[in-house]
T-cell receptor, first 115, second 114 residues
């Protein structure tokens, strides 16, 4: 079993739809949860991060973490064609004193928003 | 403010050759991590450099080595290239204190091994 599982899609939605992207994980030591957006042939761009459980909102994006279920989500409201990209979830232990913060990624979900 | 930069953009090498990839971190960042991203996959952690030393390594063979310079820039070296080394190589920089959740990636170097 992989540490982080993410449905690769592809996911196609009409413009203006609400998009839900999800990841599950098996390692209960993960404390920090990130979402990255990666356009074709570009490096990943950090969208937002969350520490432990709860919700975090940034404009049209909302990240949710449920540590009891080992499940994280990213919601995109009022989706736009410019949101078309691959969305990667990433996690880290953030262990104090370890000094190193290796990110473990999902495979990414390819999203297309159709005008 | 320049973000993370990487060079070269693309590279084509033959099996058995050696390659060096370069990374300049975001201004003010002191930590550099390297990742390998195969087509259709998420990035996989290779290693991380801080204070010019490798302090954590992922599940990659010794053919992969690196270096960090006093100005925090970094190099990734891969020896005895295999076809399976073909991938996008990503450099990420961070402040050591925020590295658990704020790593910023460069555009990557696309390596093709023939």
């Amino acid at each position: 079993q992989k540490e982080v599982e993410q449905d690769p899609g592809p996911l196609s939605v009409p413009e203006g739809a609400i998009v839900s992207l999800n990841c599950t994980y098996s390692n209960s030591a993960f404390q920090y949860f990130m979402w990255y957006r990666q356009y074709s042939r570009k490096g990943p761009e950090l969208l937002m991060y969350t520490y432990s459980s709860g919700n975090k909102e940034d404009g049209r994006f909302t990240a949710q973490v449920d540590k009891s279920s080992k499940y994280i989500s990213l919601f995109i409201r009022d989706s736009q064609p410019s949101d078309s990209a691959t969305y990667l979830c990433a996690m880290s232990h953030g262990l104090s004193g370890a000094g190193s913060y290796q990110l473990t990624f999902g495979k990414g979900t390819k999203l297309s928003v159709i005008p | 403010d320049a973000g993370v930069t990487q060079s070269p953009t693309h590279l084509i090498k033959t099996r058995g050759q050696q390659v060096t990839l370069r990374c300049s971190p975001k201004s003010g960042h002191d930590t550099v991590s390297w990742y390998q991203q195969a087509l259709g996959q998420g990035p996989q952690f290779i290693f991380q450099y801080y204070e010019e030393e490798e302090r954590q390594r992922g599940n990659f063979p010794d053919r992969f080595s690196g270096h960090q310079f006093p100005n925090y820039s970094s190099e990734l070296n891969v020896n005895a290239l295999l076809l399976g080394d073909s991938a996008l190589y990503l450099c990420a920089s961070s402040l050591d204190s925020r590295g658990a959740y704020e790593q910023y990636f460069g555009p990557g170097t696309r390596l093709t091994v023939t």
